[in-house]
Structure formats: C-alpha cells, structure tokens
C-alpha cells in the first residue's frame, strides 16, 4: 500500500503545475481568438510552439508506388517551463526520500531529469492545421487532433521517392518538412520498406531498456530519475542482424510519446539500428503511466502496429519482447493469426522464469515449438542467423489498412474547434 501511494503522490508532484498550465494556454487562446476575430490580427505567428515528428514508414504498394505515412505532434510549451520544471523536480524529489522505505531510498538517489518532466508540461495544440512538404511535388494540408496529434499518408509515384531518397545508417530514408501555423518548420523522416524482406519488432521497456514496468517506484525511478540502463547484448545482437539480414527495424512500445525524444537518445547512444518508433500518447485521464502501461489499450495498441505491417507488406517478421507486459500473449495471438508471416518470437525473462513456464506454453499454444523461444542473455541465447532457408516464396499481402489509430477517449463535451 505504501509502494501505491508513494507513486501517486509523487506523480502529482511532478505534474501539478500541469493544470496550472493548461488554464493559463485556454485563457492565451481565448485572447488570440477574440485578436483574430475583431481585430484582424494574425497572432498565430507569435506563438511560442513546437513540434515533435516520430519516425514512420512508408510502405512501397503492390501496384509499385508508395504509401509514406506520417505521425507529428504539436503542442506549446508553458512560458514557466524552466521554473516549473525545476521546482516540480525539487519537490518530488524530497517528497520520495520523505515517504520512501529504506528498500525504496536507493531508487530515489537522484534528482528528477527535468528533460524527462517538461514534455508532460505543456499545452496540446488542437486543430491546428499543419503544411507537409515532401520535395519539390508534394505539399498538403492536414489537421491536428484534440491531442495536437496528426497522422496523415501520401501516395507518391516510385519514379519520385527513388529521387528523393536518400541512405542514412543502411536504411533508405525521405525527409520532410511539417510547418505550423506560425511558420515554424520541423523535419521528419520516412523509413521506406520494400514490399519482401526482414523485418525486426521490438519492443523497447525491459527489452532493449531496462524499466522494471512491473513495480510502481522502480518504474518511475527508471523513467524520470535514473539514467537510462540498457539490456546487455541487444545493441550487439540487432546490429548483427542487421548486417546479415539488411532488416529494418520498429520500435514498439507502450510507453508515452512525450519520451519519444530521451528514448531516441538513448537508441543512439548504444548505436542500436535507426528505425521508426510507435509509442502511445499520454493523456491526463490516464490516473498514471504504471496503469497506462499495462492497460488493454496497450494490448491493441501493439498488436494493430504488427497487424499494420502485415498487411501493408508481405515481409516476414520476428518479433522481440518481455514477459514484464502481455508480450508472450501479445505475439502468440499474432503468430496463430498469420502463421506464415511471423518468422521468430524472442522473449526477454525478466523475471527468471524458465523456458518450460505454464504460462508461455499457454500464451504460444499451437505456434510451433521452434518459432519461439525464452532467454536471458542475448548474446548467448539467441542465433545469429534468422533466415537459413530462401524467403523468395512469400505470402501474399491482404488489402493494406491505413495506420492504426489511438482508440478515441468518450467525452462529455464535444471540443471546438480552435479558431
């Protein structure tokens, strides 16, 4: 019951001055909409926001041209930032040590990395439209969701991506630019993917990085405390399989994307392979990250992501978590759903379980024995060589779905739209 309340109220202390926050950004839009309306003052372009575009795909379809898909967030940082981040930090800080067990106090050794804190601390930008600039040929106009979230997709003939690709870290990228209403631009890329292949799945909390997703304090510790820690032997392990596969990579995780960019930075810090990332976003109904992490909207979250690359693809994929989440069941369901499509499961023990646990024998029931597999140490356990066998003989891909989509949260008030 301790552990339970510790993590509670240190989470509001870190994220009080949130509310404050939001108050202080509805009562700025307010004064810029009555500016714009009668005053016929465009203050849009005064705005102090930003932009945060995550790693996504593009997908070369069946008829040979591409589906490239793109996946941004906007949102306003507070005006009190720095101070806010630094006094929040302070103080969950003090109040952990205060309320903390002796076991607990080692997890608390450290102040809270206001890197980590501020991305939590600022104002989502709703309906906002966004330009896409890809090249000089292909421009659009999309908007924000209620959660300054925007996904949207072109259709570019091959003839244009092979001119606009460029080779970064092995892999075949396209840039493009993402401006905001006050004329800011940010640039994203677009990992493209051939339609046959070898595709990795990682997961990233307790896979390739250590979180401890299973206790409240030492996940919080590990989040927005501690240096990142990695798992021994992965970075080794994936560059490895790279080489020998020139396989593509995708960071799955059920983590908020508000840690998108101190998890990429962790990513090449140990050099593992470039790839796209697909994380969850975070929203305040949430009551906190332990219960966000192991919620049903993670199991769907993860297995529409892999259901998103099956159908757009007909590459074989292998598929990398832990048995801290629903991992094992996760990937045991897809691989009984499409069989020919899923050519290895690796799973992480977090919990020294054995190979011969109940639970994954029930979690991979009826995937074949050799598919799968449970380990510990990376670099012992797991082969070096995926594919000893020709892959030419590929299943056919069914009708390709747009990307998966957060599940829409009920509300009782239907937003306005923001002028």
């Known amino acids: 019951m301790c552990s339970s309340w ?8 870190v994220f009080f001055a ?14 810029k909409k009555v500016a714009s309306n009668r005053l016929g003052v465009n203050v849009a372009r005064y705005d102090r926001e930003e932009m945060m575009l995550f790693p996504n795909v593009g997908f070369q379809r069946k008829e040979g041209d591409w589906r490239l898909n793109l996946h941004g967030w906007r949102y306003q940082p507070s005006t009190k930032n720095k101070l806010i981040g630094r006094s929040s930090s302070t103080a969950a800080q003090r109040l952990a040590r205060l309320l903390a067990t002796s076991e607990q106090m080692v997890y608390y050794n450290d102040t809270f990395q206001r890197d980590r804190i501020k991305p939590f601390m600022v104002q989502d930008e709703a309906y906002e439209k966004i ?47 993402a401006i905001g209403d006050n004329d800011d631009g940010s640039e994203g890329k677009i990992y493209l993917l051939e339609r046959s292949g070898l595709s990795i799945v990682s997961d990233i909390d307790d896979t390739i990085k250590i979180s401890e997703v299973l206790d409240k304090i030492r996940l919080i510790a590990n989040t927005f405390i501690h240096e990142f820690r990695v798992v021994e032997g992965m970075p080794e392990l994936y560059r490895e399989w790279q080489t020998r596969h020139n396989c593509s990579f995708h960071y799955l995780s059920a983590m908020p994307d508000q840690l ?12 593992f392979p470039d790839g796209t990332f697909h994380m969850r976003h975070l929203q305040w109904s949430s009551s906190s990250i332990f219960n966000f992490v192991h919620s049903i909207d993670t199991k769907m979250h993860k297995t529409n992501h892999i259901r ?65 597999l449970v380990f510990t140490d990376p670099l012992r356990d797991l082969p070096k060589t995926l594919i000893k066998t020709s892959t030419s003989e590929m299943p056919k891909s069914t009708t390709a779905p747009s990307e998966p989509k957060p599940k829409p949260k009920p509300t009782n008030k239907k937003p306005k739209p923001k002028a």
């Open 6 to 13: 510790l993590f509670v109220l240190v989470l509001f202390i």
């Open 18 to 31: 949130n509310i404050e926050s939001q108050l202080f950004h509805k009562l700025q839009d307010k004064i």
């Open 131 to 177: 330009q896409i600039i890809i090249g000089t040929k292909h421009n659009s106009t999309t908007k924000t969701d209620a959660e300054g979230q925007f996904r949207t997709s072109f259709i570019i003939p091959n003839e244009d991506v092979q001119e606009l690709k460029q080779t970064v870290n092995k892999n075949q990228v396209i840039n493009y630019q």
């Open 260 to 271: 998108f960019t101190v998890t990429k930075e962790f990513a090449d810090k140990h050099q």
């Open 308 to 372: 998103y690359f099956i159908f757009n693809t007909v590459r074989s994929l292998v598929l990398v978590g832990d048995s801290g989440e629903h991992d094992p069941e996760i990937y045991g369901n897809v691989a009984r759903m499409y069989p020919k499509r899923i050519l290895r499961i690796f799973i992480r023990a977090v919990k020294g379980e054995k190979v011969d646990d109940e639970r994954f024998f029930k979690a991979f029931k009826d995937v074949p024995r050799e598919k799968w």
